[in-house]
């Protein structure tokens, strides 16, 4: 900012002088609608295109309906015709954008021609000397790589969830499962961590809104699978509240449940589609007192529901607990000294709902230790 590089502003006829205009914004889920809500990328361009001057690139990153980028380099022609567009999409992991805007494993760009992917060669001069691989596909193609690639990560978590369902039924561990097939190559470890499954601004609406865009394109049995990973991502959060449900005797009126996280994943304040707060709020309609805790996300959490109990530190949160649940997987939990919390809490049982926490620590201080997908030790 000190050098005048980088300027803030509200007024779009600030553009006139750029030679290429980023599109960032959102596209959540449209309210009783499988489909993406559209109305700030086409917004974003109608607002963009009057100031974009000739030569000039406008390059789309929002994740969109794959036909989205054709239909918006067509509005931008009519309004300004010499300029162009292409897309870019972005892989961002939340809690890691710098790191993966600074080094991504891949850049894709889609474009009509060779100068807009000149354009996009310059603005990525430094990556493209580091070796960061380039892929030059088409408009569609490069709407499509994205929401392919969540799809991917999607399936691979409600994979190792339906594993956990699987591992329950017939006394195995699914940790020690996913722990085995991970050493594959061809299977990798990553993204197997069986648990209460998928959340955030992101895999949830994503694959919704791709199922919707293969049906209005004819292709709705190629996504059909997609329904069931969905199901099973639904499903896991049902399964943790019937563990909790089984080890209170089915009545949860009065009783004091303490949830560690709210966060939908660690190292994010973010609680949109957060599974951890869908349990939480799940219970407490239920009838249970519920105090949540998070190092992070506890604003974010009251704000959404303001009817739970947050606790500003992990002590206060446990307190008298007849049941402890471990939501979202913070390094702080992890830490946690099983022999200290035991002298806080009512009741010594912990559901790790992230198979994150070290089971034989909490064993041998004497908790009672559930877990998705692992049998059950008292
Ligand atoms: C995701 C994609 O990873 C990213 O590339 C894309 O740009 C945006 O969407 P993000 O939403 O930040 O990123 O979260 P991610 O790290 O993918 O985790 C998504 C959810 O899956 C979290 O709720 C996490 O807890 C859950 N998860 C992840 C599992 O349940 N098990 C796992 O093994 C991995």
Redesign the pocket.
């Known amino acids: 900012m000190k050098s005048g590089r980088l300027v803030f502003t509200t007024d779009f006829a600030a553009l006139k002088d750029c030679d290429v205009h980023f599109i960032c914004v959102g596209t959540p889920q449209t309210k009783g609608s499988l489909a993406a809500d559209m109305t700030y990328v086409n917004a974003a361009l109608d607002a963009v295109a009057p100031h974009a001057k000739p030569g000039s690139l406008v390059v789309g990153k929002s994740t969109v309906p794959v036909g989205t980028a054709q239909r918006l380099h067509d509005r931008l022609k009519k309004v300004s015709p010499q300029a162009d567009l292409a897309w870019n999409p972005?892989?961002?992991?939340?809690?890691f954008a710098v790191e993966d805007t600074l080094r991504p494993n891949r850049l894709v760009v889609g474009v009509t021609n060779d100068s807009s992917e000149n354009i996009l060669k310059e603005v990525y001069k430094d990556l493209l000397a580091a070796n960061i691989p380039w892929i030059r596909a088409d408009l569609p193609t490069a709407e499509l790589v994205?929401v392919a690639?969540?799809s991917f990560?999607a399936t691979?978590?409600s994979f190792?969830n339906a594993m956990a369902e699987v591992c329950e039924a017939a006394n195995g561990d699914v940790t020690v499962l996913a722990q085995a097939i991970g050493h594959d190559p061809r299977i990798g470890s990553?993204?197997?961590?069986?648990?209460?499954?998928?959340?955030?601004?992101?895999?949830p609406k994503?694959i919704r809104a791709f199922m919707a865009r293969a049906d209005e394109l004819g292709a709705r049995q190629a996504l059909e699978f997609l329904r069931e990973i969905d199901s099973i991502n639904l499903r896991a959060r049902q399964r943790m509240i019937e563990l909790v449900r089984a080890d209170l005797s089915e009545d949860l009126k009065g009783k004091k449940i303490a949830v560690l996280g709210a966060a939908?994943?660690p190292d994010?304040d973010d609680v949109r589609d957060s599974?951890a707060l869908d349990i939480a709020s799940q219970i407490h309609s239920a009838g249970a007192d519920v105090i949540v805790h998070d190092p992070k996300a506890i604003e974010n959490a009251r704000a959404r529901f303001p009817r739970l109990g947050f606790a500003q530190s992990i002590e206060e949160c446990v307190k008298d607990a007849d049941l402890v649940l471990h939501l979202t997987e913070w390094k702080e939990y992890r830490a946690l000294d099983p022999v200290a919390v035991k002298k806080l809490v009512k009741n010594a049982i912990v559901i790790d709902g992230r198979n994150h926490l070290d089971r034989e620590k909490w064993l041998a201080a004497g908790w009672k230790f559930r877990a998705l997908g692992r049998t059950h030790h008292n």
């Open positions: 972005e892989f961002l992991r939340e809690g994205k690639a969540n990560l691979k978590i190792i990553r993204f197997l961590q069986a648990g209460i499954g998928f959340g955030g601004g992101c895999l994503d939908f994943k994010s599974p």
